[in-house]
């Protein structure tokens, strides 16, 4: 009979508990979108895992960086116990994004926390660049981002600058020591993707601080 008695009360835990955490896991990617900082935080000190994934395999921090929820953002960034270097399946991550945004608070609390500002291919500063946000360049330089980082094709900073980014961007990557000379895998270099974007003042950027470069002849 106690026997009984004892399997009918984990049953009944089970029960009550199973359906306690389905309804933490739904309000807490809910309360990420609407950027709700407290419920999230509440349900954190309730000993939610801040390391869930939402069904689509996507970790909580970087649904909160992508929407953008920048409360819910800074609550999973603070709590000690949040990677916050999950990678998605093409490899992006957290600082990424954000620095895709052009978010520099949030940048710097991610790279506080160990956010990894160089990797293989793709980069924080890849991102940056992309959007011409000065700020972000400058941040991820200071913190050491290599400025000719290559992407899977060879693609670098300078080249998404020149391409998508801004001519100011260009200016100061270029400023920074890029090097406008490197070609991707399909042989172009960053005047090349200025010139098919139609970017003409970052063509001519790039064409005078090559020229720049170049030794003066002797008279």
Same mark, same amino acid.
């Given at each position: ?11 009944? /835990? ?23 900082? *407290? ?27 992508? #929407?953008?929820?920048?409360? /819910?953002?800074? /609550? ?8 916050? #270097?999950?990678?998605?399946? #093409? ?6 994004? /954000? ?72 200016? $100061? ?22 010139? *098919?974007?139609?970017?003409? #003042?970052?063509?001519? $950027? ?14």
């Amino acid at each position: 009979m106690i026997k009984y008695m004892k399997y009918f009360i984990y049953l009944f /835990v089970f029960i009550a508990f199973f359906p306690a955490k389905a309804g933490s896991y739904e309000d807490y990617f809910v309360a990420i979108k609407q950027d709700d900082s *407290r419920t999230v935080e509440s349900l954190l000190k309730r000993g939610f895992d801040p390391n869930a994934r939402d069904p689509k395999g996507v970790h909580g921090l970087f649904v909160a960086v992508s #929407e953008p929820s920048p409360k /819910v953002a800074g /609550v999973l960034i603070d709590w000690p116990k949040t990677d916050v #270097e999950p990678r998605t399946k #093409e490899d992006e991550s957290p600082l990424m994004i /954000v620095a895709l945004k052009g978010d520099l608070e949030l940048a710097r609390r991610l790279v506080a926390r160990g956010a990894h500002v160089n990797k293989t291919g793709w980069t924080a500063l890849h991102y940056a660049a992309t959007n011409g946000h000065l700020t972000l360049i400058r941040f991820l330089l200071e913190q050491n981002a290599y400025i000719d980082a290559e992407a899977p094709s060879g693609t670098t900073p300078l080249m998404m600058a020149a391409h998508y980014g801004t001519p100011e961007a260009v200016k $100061l990557l270029l400023d920074e020591g890029a090097d406008p000379m490197l070609k991707n895998l399909q042989g172009l270099t960053a005047i090349d993707f200025a010139n *098919r974007a139609n970017r003409k #003042e970052s063509s001519e $950027l790039i064409a005078a601080f090559i020229r720049s470069r170049q030794p003066r002849g002797k008279w």
